[in-house]
């Protein structure tokens, strides 16, 4: 149990959002105000519509415009969700270290492996929670996945093929658009963070990787199409596509055993849900219906398979366990460190054999 915590046993763990973009707005703020575990008692960003926004949604928090407000509040708070752009979540986390907070970093954990190990044993040191919050891994159809790998539903698991892709040919003026991949910008660092996680939890470290980078959008900062293929030492081989500019999609997972291969198509649905408004404590929040379930079998003989609920909120609630209870945290930063030396690879592979 960490000192903020341990001095507000059976309170609620206060808690500030620094940023609010879709990650503070839509993957942060709706979780911990449902959470009795939490409470939201800051919000950091600078824009002053976003500012307006953050204050109707949440008319509990304070909201600031900069981190200097935060940490002067420091002592009135115990955690810290850094959502900002990805070249600022190593120094902003390093600075809530410092100022005595436990600490979720939004992926990319940072931009370099380098950065997240320095992180890590600084949170060691002085005794902080820090994790990673790689979210998609409570996607529902990746439960699934990795329900039916583990219950051996389809034998001995040859190949995995991964992917997020939409058709965005001109995309809306963010920070998103303009980061350069020094500055952690990119679709690898962002959905390839993603895949490359999910690909690892499933079947174990890498022992080869390669890869294909691409910028297709007319003047991008950083790349828009990507391709990694992954052995893993495991033997099973995986395919990860991320692209922008798709104009038709692939299979989101397609799964392929010795006995039984899985299909599924689309994405999770709790994104577009929060976005359009929906809350996590709603009625079938995160259920997927039967129309897009994804099918498991052999060609031809292939049935529909229910897609287990996704559950965004569970990262909270097994980190209101690591810090008051000294439990595992949900994301072991040491995972996204060893995602970050392999997009560090990937960039390496696709710069040798451009």
């Known amino acids: 149990m960490t000192d903020a915590a341990s001095a507000h046993v059976g309170d609620p763990i206060r808690t500030a959002v620094v940023g609010f973009g879709t990650s503070g707005r839509v993957f942060h703020a709706p979780f911990l105000d449902a959470d009795p575990a939490y409470s939201l008692d800051v919000i950091v960003t600078r824009d002053g519509s976003r500012r307006a926004a953050a204050a109707a949604r949440h008319p509990s928090a304070a909201t600031v415009a900069t981190v200097d407000d935060l940490w002067a509040a420091a002592d009135r708070l115990d955690l810290v969700v850094i959502g900002s752009p990805s070249g600022t979540h190593a120094a902003l986390a390093d600075a809530a270290l410092d100022a005595g907070l436990d600490v979720v970093v939004d992926k990319p954990f940072a931009v370099t492996a380098d950065e997240g190990r320095a992180l890590i044993a600084k949170a060691a040191r002085l005794g902080r929670t820090l994790t990673v919050f790689q979210n998609r891994r409570w996607d529902g159809d990746f439960r699934t996945v990795r329900r039916l790998v583990e219950s051996d539903a389809l034998g001995e698991v040859r190949r995995f093929e991964s992917r997020f892709e939409w058709w965005k040919p001109q995309p809306p003026a963010s920070w998103k658009t303009e ?4 500055d952690g910008g990119g679709i690898l660092y962002d959905l390839g963070t993603h895949l490359v996680d999910q690909a690892v939890q499933l079947f174990g470290p890498v022992a080869e990787l390669t890869a294909e980078i691409d910028r297709r959008r007319p003047g991008a900062a950083a790349d828009d199409d990507v391709f990694v293929a992954l052995r893993h030492e ?3 081989r995986s395919h990860l596509w991320m692209n922008a500019v798709a104009p038709v999609f692939g299979p989101r997972f397609h799964v392929l055993g010795s006995r ?8 999770d649905g709790q994104e577009p849900a929060l976005i359009a408004g929906a809350l996590p404590t709603d009625p079938g929040f995160g259920e997927t219906p039967g129309a897009r379930w994804g099918v498991l079998g052999v060609d031809g003989a292939a049935r529909p398979v229910p897609t287990d609920r996704g559950d965004y909120g569970e990262f909270y609630r097994l980190l209101a366990a690591a810090i008051r209870d000294g439990a595992p945290v949900p994301v072991d930063p040491a995972d996204a460190v060893a ?3 392999l997009i560090e690879q990937a960039h390496a592979a696709a ?3 451009a």
Request: overall charge negative; aromatic content about 10%.
């Open 179 to 182: 980061a350069t991949p020094a």
């Open 234 to 236: 495991s033997g099973v």
């Open 260 to 267: 039984a291969g899985y299909t599924s198509w689309g994405l």
């Open 339 to 341: 995602v970050l030396e």
């Open 351 to 353: 710069s040798v054999t």
